[in-house]
């Protein structure tokens, strides 16, 4: 082994020096898996590779990655790259502040710690002190932090805590109860449970939540989850005891979701399988709680188009929701439960011609707190909740709204705003008991950030026109005193999918980028998001796919045309349906970019469609999608057929086939330099995607004589996934990437 290491990073050294072409393993190929698809033949000579457990299969992720450290730990600034990245991440972080019963509760990570802890105080001051109460640590749950603290709900009175925690950032989770007083644990530990519902009865005596039978050990991990269903369980009693409550048998594959009414005499049931395709039950509660709720409920169907639904508020009857159904930039409409049916709704917000309706909050009673996306960035209005009636707009600094905390009982609202480069700024509203509204924002907390002077950068919007006329709008992000002579690099990021909007996040990572490197980061919000509304979206996927790419190369001819920066300087970057988008401009422009790099990395912002349909609710996505012919035999990936289309459907093939990464790489071109980041098991996504495309490309032009980039592929090995992820391996993976960079493009670190 250690021979074979030597030799490698020998060969590496050897073959660039002579023609700038590197050496990679040799990957064996399989030439007679070859699959038919219509009457087209499609070879799919590594197949092999997606067996993940085959020796075969860890030897290849062995072999690849001694020659990408080989390569990326000779950049010089590399020790400079993680002293300034550790140093920036260094910086308290804290959550909004909820009251819950007679107490205060607040999330905080001090600055490094791989878990967020939840504190809890008599009063909202308390909680800022340094001797805070810990209420609930998750640090202490394991030596390596990788126990996760993946959700709670408290009972209505505040009394009872219902936490789910997973281990090694496993999509399982196990429900424990705490008594918040005395912080006793209950006995009982709920099992089989992935992306719960959680709601507590308004008796507090127990809640509903969602489960699935239990899974054989050897399935746990790779098999698609099916037959989710939602149980009651009553506080202080065994799980063997839990009510089975609502189950669709005849739809094993559809995910469910419930939440309970204002006053919890409701229970409303949201299935879907399809992304903007949720159908939505309900069911009066009343008795069976009075019958202690010992047998299944009936639903009753409250609309039967599919569409995507937001619970806002109700009043007896009359229930309050955001939707997208006859309104692809969503409105807000009231519903009488007791007249079902899209004719029957009232729209109490119509839709906005331009602007998305993106959320709203119900607060102190009958008001209503309303945010659109405007051009990419968050808005905030207060409405009346009965009739939507606006009563003002509050005036906000460019930036995205990240978080919200605040419900229809409480009269105190706190919302985060985020930029670029501003770690954030809490805002908060109080609403006074004599009906009186707040008619300005008060800054309640400002993120200390003191790794860097951020008043040095700014942000600019800008519009630039796409291939087939359509303006799409560009963030883009430097110093502001930056000569523009199109020689600094420049890292652009991109998603264009799932309908998530990319709008303004802060990232140390990125901004680390602008201050070592001189740099400049673009954003361009490219269609298939929801930047726009569903129309936006529309105009990215299935057969419109081909315009995401299109904005994508056409907002790296914008930057540079405009002098931002030039291709040898030029680095793309996205994960994901991101790394899908990055690698499928490498093929169709490879003469316009310097660096690819698909990555993995922490879901940037608030990408909610993102984590509910691809990542299925976990922060980290380790998946490029590189294969479009075969996502769908893998984990979640069935879910993307309404995204991409599957390669089963005639139609879809062809459209596939055209794009699909993997397929498409072209022999005797220049490729830019391509860093694939994966990592080798997860038990939701699979790696097989980027082992595939990387041996692919590797083949084809690793041995053309132009090609003097690197083609390489970085796996993390035995990661600690999802959010159980420890913060320093988070760090080591942009380390990695930016010392990639470092070297392709050529660039200079600049100190602090
Ligand atoms: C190559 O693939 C074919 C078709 O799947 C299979 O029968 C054969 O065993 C494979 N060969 C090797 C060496 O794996
Ligand atoms: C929680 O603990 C307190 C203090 O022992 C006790 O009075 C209360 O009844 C407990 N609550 C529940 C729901 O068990
Ligand atoms: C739980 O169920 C078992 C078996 O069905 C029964 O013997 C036991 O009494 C039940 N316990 C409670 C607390 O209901
Ligand atoms: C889940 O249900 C779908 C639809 O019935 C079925 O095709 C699939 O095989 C099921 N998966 C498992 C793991 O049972
Ligand atoms: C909406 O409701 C508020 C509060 O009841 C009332 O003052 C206002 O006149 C109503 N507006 C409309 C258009 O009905
Ligand atoms: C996204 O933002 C909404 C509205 O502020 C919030 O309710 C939701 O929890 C956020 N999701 C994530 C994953 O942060
Ligand atoms: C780009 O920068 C170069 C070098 O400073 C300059 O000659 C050129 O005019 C600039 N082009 C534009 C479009 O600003
Ligand atoms: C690439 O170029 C080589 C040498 O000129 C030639 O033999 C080969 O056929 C070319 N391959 C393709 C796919 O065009």
Same mark, same amino acid.
């Given at each position: 082994?250690?021979?074979?290491?030597?030799?490698?990073?020998?060969?590496?050294?050897?073959?660039?020096?002579?023609?700038?072409?590197? =050496?990679?393993?040799?990957?064996?190929?399989?030439?007679?898996?070859?699959?038919?698809?219509?009457?087209?033949?499609?070879?799919?000579?590594?197949?092999?590779?997606?067996?993940?457990?085959?020796?075969?299969?860890?030897?290849?992720?062995?072999?690849?990655?001694?020659?990408?450290?080989?390569?990326?730990?000779?950049?010089?600034?590399?020790?400079?790259?993680?002293?300034?990245?550790?140093?920036?991440?260094?910086?308290?972080?804290?959550?909004?502040?909820?009251?819950?019963?007679?107490?205060?509760?607040?999330?905080?990570?001090?600055?490094?710690?791989?878990?967020?802890?939840?504190?809890?105080?008599?009063?909202?001051?308390?909680?800022?002190?340094?001797?805070?109460?810990?209420?609930?640590?998750?640090?202490?749950?394991?030596?390596?932090?990788?126990?996760?603290? =993946?959700?709670?709900?408290?009972?209505?009175?505040?009394?009872?805590?219902?936490?789910?925690?997973?281990?090694?950032?496993?999509?399982?989770?196990?429900?424990?109860?705490?008594?918040?007083?005395?912080? =006793?644990?209950?006995?009982?530990?709920?099992?089989?449970?992935?992306?719960?519902?959680?709601?507590?009865?308004?008796?507090?005596?127990?809640?509903?939540?969602?489960?699935?039978?239990?899974?054989?050990?050897?399935?746990?991990?790779?098999?698609?989850?099916?037959?989710?269903?939602?149980?009651?369980?009553?506080?202080?009693?065994?799980?063997?005891?839990?009510?089975?409550?609502?189950?669709?048998?005849?739809?094993?594959?559809?995910?469910?979701?419930?939440?309970?009414?204002?006053?919890?005499?409701?229970?409303?049931? @949201?299935?879907?399988?399809?992304?903007?395709?949720?159908?939505?039950?309900?069911?009066? &509660?009343?008795?069976?709680?009075?019958?202690?709720?010992?047998?299944?409920?009936?639903?009753?169907?409250?609309?039967?188009?599919?569409?995507?639904?937001?619970?806002?508020?109700?009043?007896?009857?009359?229930?309050?929701?955001?939707?997208?159904?006859?309104?692809?930039?969503?409105?807000?409409?009231?519903?009488?439960?007791?007249?079902?049916?899209?004719?029957?709704?009232?729209?109490?917000?119509?839709?906005?011609?331009?602007?998305?309706?993106?959320?709203?909050?119900?607060?102190?009673?009958?008001?209503? &707190?309303?945010?659109?996306?405007?051009?990419?960035?968050?808005?905030?209005?207060?409405?009346?909740?009965?009739?939507?009636?606006?009563?003002?707009?509050?005036?906000?600094?460019?930036?995205?709204?990240?978080?919200?905390?605040?419900?229809?009982?409480?009269?105190?609202?706190?919302?985060?705003?985020?930029?670029? *480069?501003?770690?954030?700024?809490?805002?908060?509203?109080?609403?006074?008991?004599?009906?009186?509204?707040?008619?300005?924002?008060?800054?309640?907390?400002?993120?200390?950030?003191?790794?860097?002077?951020?008043?040095?950068?700014?942000?600019?919007?800008?519009?630039?026109?796409? =291939?087939?006329?359509?303006?799409?709008?560009?963030?883009?992000?430097?110093?502001?005193?930056?000569?523009?002579?199109?020689?600094?690099?420049?890292?652009?990021?991109?998603?264009?999918?799932?309908?998530? *909007?990319?709008?303004?996040?802060?990232?140390?990572?990125?901004?680390?980028?602008?201050?070592?490197?001189?740099?400049?980061?673009?954003?361009?919000?490219?269609?298939?998001?929801?930047?726009?509304?569903?129309?936006?979206?529309?105009?990215?996927?299935?057969?419109?796919?081909?315009?995401?790419?299109?904005?994508?190369?056409?907002?790296?001819?914008?930057?540079?045309?405009?002098?931002?920066?030039?291709?040898?300087?030029?680095?793309?970057?996205?994960?994901?349906?991101?790394?899908?988008?990055?690698?499928?401009?490498?093929?169709?422009?490879?003469?316009?970019?310097?660096?690819?790099?698909? /990555?993995?990395?922490?879901?940037?912002?608030?990408?909610?469609?993102?984590?509910?349909?691809?990542?299925?609710?976990?922060?980290?996505?380790?998946?490029?999608?590189?294969?479009?012919?075969?996502?769908?035999?893998?984990?979640?990936? @069935?879910?993307?057929?309404?995204?991409?289309?599957? @390669? /089963?459907?005639?139609?879809?093939?062809?459209?596939?086939?055209?794009?699909?990464?993997?397929?498409?790489?072209?022999?005797?071109?220049?490729?830019?330099?391509?860093?694939?980041?994966?990592?080798?098991?997860?038990?939701?996504?699979?790696?097989?995607?980027?082992?595939?495309?990387?041996?692919?490309?590797?083949?084809?032009?690793?041995?053309?004589?132009?090609?003097?980039?690197?083609?390489?592929?970085?796996?993390?090995?035995?990661?600690?996934?999802? @959010?159980?992820?420890?913060?320093?391996?988070?760090? /080591?993976?942009?380390?990695?990437?930016?010392?990639?960079?470092?070297?392709?493009?050529?660039?200079?670190?600049? /100190?602090?």
């Amino acid at each position: 082994m250690v021979a074979k290491l030597i030799c490698i990073f020998v060969a590496v050294l050897v073959s660039c020096g002579e023609s700038g072409g590197f =050496k990679y393993p040799k990957v064996r190929r399989n030439e007679s898996v070859i699959d038919d698809y219509f009457g087209t033949k499609v070879a799919d000579p590594y197949r092999w590779l997606e067996d993940l457990n085959a020796v075969e299969t860890k030897q290849f992720v062995k072999d690849q990655n001694a020659v990408t450290h080989a390569y990326i730990d000779t950049a010089p600034a590399r020790s400079q790259i993680r002293e300034t990245l550790t140093k920036l991440w260094t910086y308290p972080k804290e959550g909004l502040p909820k009251k819950r019963g007679n107490n205060y509760f607040l999330n905080k990570n001090s600055g490094i710690q791989n878990q967020w802890i939840l504190y809890k105080g008599k009063t909202v001051e308390s909680l800022y002190k340094d001797e805070a109460e810990i209420f609930l640590n998750p640090n202490d749950f394991s030596t390596d932090g990788t126990v996760a603290l =993946k959700k709670v709900s408290y009972s209505k009175n505040g009394e009872l805590l219902v936490y789910a925690l997973s281990t090694s950032g496993s999509d399982w989770t196990k429900i424990h109860i705490k008594n918040i007083s005395t912080g =006793k644990d209950f006995e009982e530990v709920l099992h089989f449970i992935k992306f719960p519902s959680i709601s507590w009865t308004h008796d507090h005596l127990g809640f509903f939540y969602t489960r699935y039978p239990k899974p054989k050990e050897e399935d746990k991990l790779i098999k698609a989850t099916n037959d989710s269903k939602i149980y009651y369980h009553r506080v202080g009693t065994s799980q063997d005891n839990d009510t089975l409550m609502v189950q669709f048998p005849d739809k094993p594959d559809w995910s469910l979701s419930m939440e309970l009414s204002d006053e919890g005499e409701y229970m409303l049931v @949201s299935i879907y399988k399809v992304i903007n395709e949720e159908t939505l039950f309900y069911t009066k &509660l009343t008795d069976a709680i009075k019958a202690g709720l010992k047998k299944e409920l009936v639903l009753i169907p409250l609309t039967t188009t599919p569409a995507s639904y937001s619970f806002i508020a109700n009043d007896a009857n009359i229930f309050y929701f955001i939707t997208n159904a006859g309104a692809p930039n969503y409105r807000f409409v009231g519903m009488d439960i007791n007249l079902p049916g899209i004719a029957h709704w009232s729209t109490l917000i119509p839709e906005h011609e331009k602007d998305v309706l993106s959320w709203a909050v119900a607060i102190a009673n009958d008001k209503l &707190l309303v945010s659109y996306n405007r051009d990419v960035k968050s808005t905030l209005e207060l409405r009346n909740l009965r009739n939507g009636t606006l009563i003002l707009e509050y005036s906000l600094e460019a930036g995205s709204i990240q978080s919200t905390e605040g419900r229809r009982e409480d009269r105190t609202f706190y919302f985060s705003l985020a930029t670029f *480069s501003n770690p954030g700024v809490s805002y908060r509203l109080i609403f006074g008991e004599d009906g009186s509204i707040p008619r300005n924002l008060e800054v309640y907390r400002r993120t200390a950030f003191k790794g860097l002077d951020t008043s040095k950068f700014e942000t600019n919007q800008v519009f630039y026109t796409s =291939k087939d006329g359509t303006s799409v709008p560009m963030f883009i992000v430097k110093r502001k005193d930056l000569v523009l002579d199109g020689t600094a690099p420049a890292l652009m990021y991109g998603y264009g999918g799932f309908q998530s *909007s990319m709008e303004p996040f802060f990232s140390v990572a990125f901004l680390s980028f602008v201050s070592m490197f001189d740099g400049i980061l673009a954003f361009p919000n490219i269609r298939g998001g929801g930047e726009y509304g569903t129309k936006w979206w529309d105009d990215g996927r299935l057969f419109k796919k081909q315009n995401v790419f299109d904005d994508f190369s056409y907002a790296a001819e914008y930057l540079i045309k405009a002098n931002y920066t030039s291709t040898p300087k030029l680095a793309i970057q996205g994960g994901s349906n991101g790394g899908l988008l990055v690698a499928a401009c490498a093929n169709q422009r490879p003469d316009l970019y310097g660096a690819v790099v698909a /990555e993995v990395g922490q879901v940037p912002n608030n990408y909610t469609n993102f984590l509910k349909y691809v990542c299925h609710h976990k922060k980290l996505c380790l998946c490029s999608v590189m294969d479009m012919l075969r996502f769908q035999h893998f984990t979640v990936g @069935s879910f993307w057929c309404g995204e991409y289309g599957c @390669s /089963e459907d005639k139609d879809h093939f062809h459209n596939l086939i055209k794009y699909s990464p993997l397929h498409n790489i072209k022999a005797n071109t220049t490729y830019p330099a391509v860093l694939v980041q994966t990592a080798d098991t997860d038990d939701r996504v699979v790696p097989s995607h980027s082992f595939k495309y990387t041996s692919q490309l590797q083949h084809v032009v690793g041995n053309f004589k132009a090609q003097t980039q690197p083609l390489m592929i970085r796996v993390e090995e035995k990661a600690g996934h999802g @959010s159980g992820k420890p913060t320093w391996k988070q760090i /080591e993976e942009y380390v990695d990437a930016y010392s990639f960079l470092q070297l392709v493009l050529n660039i200079k670190f600049v /100190e602090l």
